[in-house]
């Protein structure tokens, strides 16, 4: 067994017999690790608490043979308490965190994927803006080389941002009123995509919830679903409007 320190995310959790924990995290050297914390369930033990999803913590664990690893020490960098107390906050971490679980391999290291995360529920805690969570879709598709079509129909190759009125999940991204297939997608919509992925993300981030907000929450998470072809059960059962 190899020992290993770094810091990471905890995704989720898995009860283990009657006393321990499989905990999910995504690190930021070890990619996505699956560990067994041993007696974190009982009342007595030093870290159960920090172990929660969410946490950000640094740790200490042993590498296993198998696809199992072990802790053995974890430190608290932050509980996000904000987003913890506040469940208008909880369904949009939540539903981040699904979706890295779902980006995220085992033991392969994807420091961006890490940074993005912890950045994306620090801006959650410190400010509950609409775009948060959208905007993480977005930007993780764009790392995984997904990111949507937005300077031109991806039909006909029309720039007119007023002729842009559909965006096609299929297509992969918006298109004119003579190609329109999908859902409609309006100019203010259009524009917020745009600043979100060119550059604009600290004015997108102070947006308040709007029509617009909305319509691009919507189509990001249904890009991201078709990405991962699957349902993000976080947002689906109501914790995401």
Known sequence: MTQFRDRGVVLRTIRLGEADRIVTLMTERNGKV???????????????????????VALLGWQGRGDLDMINQ?????????????????????????????IGQERHANPRLYEMLVG?????????????????????LALEGSAPVLDACVSCGEEDPDLLVA????????????????RPLSPAGLSLLRRTLGGGLSGVLAEPRSATTDEVTALATEAMEAHLDR????????QVS
């Open 120 to 140: 994306a529920i620090g801006a959650l805690s410190e400010r509950n803006s609409p775009m948060v969570a959208p905007a993480f879709f977005l930007k993780v």
């Open 231 to 238: 349902r993000l059960r976080s947002v689906r059962s109501g």
């Open 74 to 102: 974890v430190e608290v960098i932050d509980t996000f308490r904000p987003v913890r107390e506040d469940l208008d906050r909880m369904g949009p971490a939540m539903s981040m965190l699904e979706v890295v679980d779902q």
């Open 34 to 56: 699956r560990a067994v914390a041993k007696g974190v369930r009982r009342t007595t033990s030093k870290f159960g608490s920090r172990l929660e999803p969410l946490s950000h």
């Open 167 to 182: 965006f096609d999940l299929l297509e992969g991204g918006v298109l004119c009123r003579s190609c329109r297939s999908g």
